[in-house]
């Protein structure tokens, strides 16, 4: 079946330091992988996606680039904030196949301190 | 403009009682999904409609578990004779076509005492 692996938690760093969050995928087909993000009291928010081999997303400083060879999809940010703080999900959908649900890693708690 | 809303935001219940969660998607979203996120864990997927159509219940964990989409817009989730397992938060999502963008609501948090 469809699987997500992603970097247990919880993560602490120093606000400016460099972040990543490792995610790995186990699917039968090619899906899209996104990065959801869930800050403090919010609803889950899209992060970035990638619907494709070699495809880079990006938003707010992230990036994450769909890596077929390694079925990895590693979320990075060079430089973090404190508002940065908060659960990330690595998710992926085979909606090309007919299967738009998405399946979720377990979350990676992200606290940012000054 | 608005997105998704669901109702109650928080709902605490019997063992063995019936419940209802209500999803009102984005206007004009003809794809409604619905995921329970239990404590720790990330969202799981529990079924999807296209319109007023179940499309995939295949997330469903046992016929207690019920849900409805009469006219294509609101969605309510039913759970008969709960059980304390079924505590979690269940997440409500919207896209304008299915393998778009799903657009989360802030969820409902269900307690069975």
């Known amino acids: 079946g469809n699987s997500v692996t992603q970097m247990e938690g919880p993560v602490t760093l120093s606000e400016e330091a460099f972040l990543t969050i490792n995610c790995t995928y186990t699917?039968?087909?090619?899906?899209?992988l996104f990065w959801y993000v869930q800050y403090p009291g919010e609803g889950l928010q899209l992060l970035l996606k990638?619907?494709?081999?070699?495809d880079k997303g990006s938003n707010k400083g992230f990036e994450a680039t769909y890596r077929k060879e390694t079925t990895s999809f590693h979320l990075e940010k060079g430089s973090v904030q404190v508002s940065d703080s908060a659960v990330y999900f690595c998710?992926?959908?085979?909606?090309?196949?007919?299967?738009?649900?998405?399946?979720f890693g377990t979350g990676t708690r992200l606290t940012i301190i000054p | 403009g608005a997105g998704v809303s669901q109702t109650p935001s928080n709902k605490v219940t019997e063992k063995g009682k019936y419940v209802e969660l209500r999803c009102d998607p984005i206007?004009?979203?003809?794809?409604l999904y619905w995921y329970r996120q239990s404590l720790g864990q990330g969202p799981e997927f529990l079924i999807y409609?296209?319109?007023?159509?179940?499309?995939?219940d295949s997330g469903l964990p046992n016929d207690r578990f019920f849900a409805v989409r009469p006219e294509g817009s609101v969605s309510t989730l039913k759970i008969q004779r709960t059980e304390r397992g079924d505590s979690a938060v269940y997440l409500c999502?919207?896209?304008?076509?299915?393998?778009?963008?799903?657009?989360f609501g802030p969820g409902t948090r269900l307690l069975v005492l």
């Open positions: 999502a919207s896209t304008t076509a299915p393998g778009e963008t799903q657009y």
């Open positions: 699917a039968t087909g090619y899906p899209s």
């Open positions: 990638a619907t494709k081999a070699d």
């Open positions: 998710a992926l959908d085979l909606s090309n196949f007919g299967n738009e649900k998405l399946t």
């Open positions: 206007s004009g979203h003809t794809a």
């Open positions: 409609f296209q319109g007023t159509g179940a499309a995939d």
